[in-house]
């Protein structure tokens, strides 16, 4: 499923104006197809989808694999995450380990780095350093990770966080090889 339109962050926009006064999913469907017409009925689907089916890490790493990092995440996406209680991992330009949907954090970390998750007023945060559990090593250009045809994928990551890989590109080149995990996962 691709997400990189305009028309799909007005659907989703739309779709939460409806979820503001009915979050009733045939309501929301109905209204959005007379919105926007039959042509956009498999996007207004996988939209309402993601509003209202329950993932599996497994599940929801398929959902977010060969997405291109040039295109942030949409908000239906994330917003499915939080709802699932997942988060996906994923690298930003040469310096940055971003956390999407349960938690919503990122790190600084150029040319890679070593970092944690800890518990804080019930909220978790990703701290720098590393510890005994719920750590994230991100890993810049090592060499190491290729994809199938045998390129080199420039963000990596080592964890001891029960997950689920998947491939971004950027611009189509081989870019990162991110994980989502479930918050409950955590120790």
């Known amino acids: 499923m691709k997400y990189k339109s305009d028309k799909t962050h007005e659907i989703e926009l739309f779709m939460d104006g409806i979820a503001s006064v009915c979050d009733e999913a045939d309501t929301i469907k109905e209204k ?23 993932f599996t890490v497994e599940q929801f790493t398929g959902l977010v694999d060969r997405t291109d ?26 310096d940055l380990l971003e956390l999407g949907g349960a938690i919503c954090d990122e790190g600084d970390c150029f040319n890679g780095g070593q ?30 990770e290729t994809d199938e045809f045998g390129e080199l994928i420039r963000w990596t990551y080592d964890t001891d966080i029960s997950h689920s890989d998947f491939f971004m590109t950027f611009r189509g080149e081989p870019y990162c090889k991110g994980f989502v995990f479930d918050v409950r996962d955590l120790k």
């Open 115 to 144: 970092f944690h998750l800890v518990k804080e007023s019930d909220k978790w945060k990703l701290q720098a350093g590393s510890v005994m559990y719920n750590n994230i090593k991100a890993k810049w250009c090592e060499g190491k």
């Open 69 to 94: 990092a040039e295109d942030p995440f949409p908000s239906s996406l994330i917003n499915c995450a939080r709802r699932n209680g997942l988060v996906i991992v994923s690298g930003y330009s040469d």
């Open 32 to 54: 959005s197809l007379e919105k926007f017409g039959r042509k956009f009925e498999p996007l207004i689907l996988n939209l309402l989808m993601l509003r209202t089916k329950d």
